[in-house]
T-cell receptor, first 113, second 116 residues
Framework: NAGVTQTPKFQVLKTGQSMTLQCAQD?????MYWYRQDPGMGLRLIYY???????DKGEVPNGYNVSRLNKREFSLRLESAAPSQTSVYFCASSHRGPAQPQHFGDGTRLSIL | AQKITQTQPGMFVQEKEAVTLDCTYD???????LFWYKQPSSGEMIFLIYQGSYDQQNATEGRYSLNFQKARKSANLVISASQLGDSAMYFCAMREAFYNTDKLIFGTGTRLQVFP
């Protein structure tokens, strides 16, 4: 079972470069999420998508854009990377409802120089 | 106001002993779910256990149990018979039914270290 697959696993960028983080899930989940994890701050929600065709801002959306390409795929784009965006990025997916756990990808470690 | 609070940045426990990791939460939603995740040093997030706000009994999953005290708004994770492999970060999270229904709100985590 693949679950949630994120690519790439590691990336180094220079300030001002752009890149897209890819995420795909094979669990037929409606909801998908992008988080960033910084030391001592837990996981913070960047953007989420409750269903195909919809996206909403989370806690820290500035500097990011997302695309829900279809039910399976949810991408995160950094248009002009900044050192403050150095972080570990997690994609997650779930069914809707308060009893539904989110299932996470293995994360992308992104460093911006 | 912070919705999930984990007041223990780090905890130590000896192998084979039990340990409790604290979590308090704040919500006005009558229906919500509480979750615990484990993050080992390899980095992945592993779902451990779930407790619903209307569940009458505390949730259990193997060596993991959740001490749910609704009136106190606490959902502490109890790990029995700790193993060296339990050393990891542990995150408490909440999902509300009516407000912010699609979001999982995380605490800042507790780092557990199990020593022989």
């Amino acid at each position: 079972n693949a679950g949630v697959t994120q690519t790439p696993k590691f990336q180094v960028l220079k300030t001002g470069q752009s890149m897209t983080l890819q995420c795909a899930q094979d669990m037929n989940h409606n909801s998908m999420y992008w988080y960033r994890q910084d030391p001592g701050m837990g996981l913070r929600l960047i953007y989420y998508s409750a269903s195909e065709g919809t996206t909403d801002k989370g806690e820290v959306p500035n500097g990011y854009n997302v695309s829900r390409l279809n039910k399976r795929e949810f991408s995160l784009r950094l248009e002009s990377a900044a050192p403050s965006q150095t972080s570990v990025y997690f994609c997650a997916s779930s069914h809707r409802g308060p009893a539904q756990p989110q299932h996470f990808g293995d994360g992308t470690r992104l460093s911006i120089l | 106001a912070q919705k999930i609070t984990q007041t223990q940045p780090g905890m130590f426990v000896q192998e084979k002993e039990a340990v409790t990791l604290d979590c308090t939460y704040d919500t006005s939603d009558p229906s919500y779910g509480l979750f615990w995740y484990k993050q080992p040093s390899s980095g992945e997030m592993i779902f451990l256990i779930y407790q619903g706000s209307y569940d009458q009994q505390n949730a259990t999953e193997g060596r993991y149990s959740l001490n749910f005290q609704k009136a106190r708004k606490s959902a502490n994770l109890v790990i029995s018979a700790s193993q060296l492999g339990d050393s990891a970060m542990y995150f408490c999270a909440m999902r509300e039914a009516f407000y912010n229904t699609d979001k999982l709100i995380f605490g800042t985590g507790t780092r557990l270290q199990v020593f022989p």
